[in-house]
């Protein structure tokens, strides 16, 4: 009877699996655990076979570099070993059984909120009991760490890479901290940074925080996936996944390095709408384009919905999301689906509060209306404001911005613009193709005849953009 038990709860976890993922499954058991086809099946009858931590391990050191940093792999051996089998007594010492693996794939990859907890509880810590907000704050550093360590071993990183994206250690602790802020303890309350890390924890504080912050299923899936890898090119991969990192355009060859890092893009890209979440395209980079507002104008305006990213020189790292194209003029433009956001010293996205409806705002070469970039709060006291005498702007937003409650972004509230960098996100507009492909020479064919008939050579040709290029994949 403790057979069948144990056999009908394997097989339910397994029935998650469609034919071909049970096939992956197998065949990566088989080669943890030193077996692998005809001989290797012979051989399972004579010998149950098992995984040690010692064949995970060789298993990643098997490569030049490992799929997964050691710290993530140790985190995965603990959570299968505390997958306890029904009819046997917990624990088959160091080794992992057939069973343990192939639940601990269903729990994590398949499984509803209460079955991911328990794994993730135990890879947090081996020990039972309350957990201590460092051990949660360690976990979820070591988590992203590994997601952007295996995205970047298997060439996942759709353009990016580590070369031309800021440091991402910064950007991990960065990350873990925002998540951790939605950390709710027994009593409803927060606790955050010094504070939180001497707090003990109970589980149903992180299953609540499991269950609430959708990105640690999402990670972990794609370091399962992706560091084992197994399930990792099936179709049943969640749009979140798909779209964990937007494909980068416009920097190859550039020689700059982005004042985003990995981490940053990912957070940032998961709070745009849905159908802008898969591509980035580098509109303009003050470190290419040169310190010119006029200059920016001519890179930004009618290119479609844009993230806006400026660094002080304090370092501060902040910006906005633009949800329509920029157009000059005297008005607020946009709509609710604007944000500003914060990535450093804090990573933190501030959206519509209901307040106004200021959103985003351009002019240039007015002399009755203010002259610059915009975003939130009001003329004069905006959330973020580039002026146009380019390199000055001002973060106004005390006690908080009224678009959209956010606080001062900038170290100062007026500051001294160092570096800045605009992205479109999505696909390009219709409308704004149409109008790309133009000059306004190409508007006007007697002008186009007139200067050839003279001689003249066309001097807009040399300021058209080139086209895009499609550019391959890391």
Known sequence: ????????????????????????IDAVFDTLSGSSG?????????????????????????????PLPEPMTLRLYHGMKSIELPGKSSGLGEHIAKEQFVVFMSNLLKGNAD????????????????????????FTEDLITSVVHVLNYRKELKGWNLENT??????????????????????????????????????????????????????????????????HSLPDQTSDIVNLLPHCKGMKGRGVVSLFDIPSIMYINSHLPAEMQHKWQLLF???????????????????????????????????????????????????NRCFLFSVCPCLAVYT????????????HGQQTMPNGLGMGGQHGYFGLWIDSDYGKGHSRAKPRCTTYNSPQLSAKEDFTLDAMEVWAVGDVPESVKAKAKKSILDVDPEAQALLEMAG??????????????EEEEE
């Open 456 to 469: 003249k050579s066309r001097q807009s040709e040399g300021l058209r953009e080139p086209p895009e290029e």
């Open 115 to 138: 079955e991911k907890i328990n794994i993730i509880m135990r890879m947090i810590s081996k020990a039972e009991g309350p957990l201590k907000g460092k051990q949660i704050q360690e």
């Open 352 to 363: 519509y509060t209901g307040y106004n409806d200021h959103f985003m705002y351009l002019n």
């Open 166 to 231: 800021r440091d991402s250690a910064s950007g991990v602790k960065a990350l873990a901290s925002q998540l951790l802020s939605e950390l709710k303890l027994a009593d409803g309350t927060k606790a955050v940074g010094a504070e939180l890390l001497q707090t003990s924890v109970p589980p149903s504080a992180i299953e609540d925080w499991v269950y609430r912050v959708p990105q640690i299923s999402v990670f972990l899936s794609v370091v399962i996936r992706q560091g084992l890898h197994v399930l």
């Open 38 to 66: 005809s001989a290797g099946a012979k051989h399972a009858k004579a010998t149950k076979r098992t995984v040690t931590l010692a064949a995970l391990k060789a298993r990643q050191s098997a490569h030049t570099r490992e």
């Open 285 to 335: 980079s003050s470190r290419i384009h040169g310190e010119s507002f006029s200059q920016l104008c001519c890179h930004i305006v009618n290119k479609g919905p844009c993230i806006v990213m400026l660094k002080d020189l304090d370092g501060h790292l902040f910006g906005g999301f633009a949800s329509h194209s920029w157009e000059v003029k005297p008005q607020f433009q946009g709509d």
């Open 1 to 24: 009877k403790m057979g069948n038990a144990e056999s009908s709860a394997y097989q339910s976890h397994l029935s998650r699996f469609l034919p071909e993922e049970q096939a992956e």
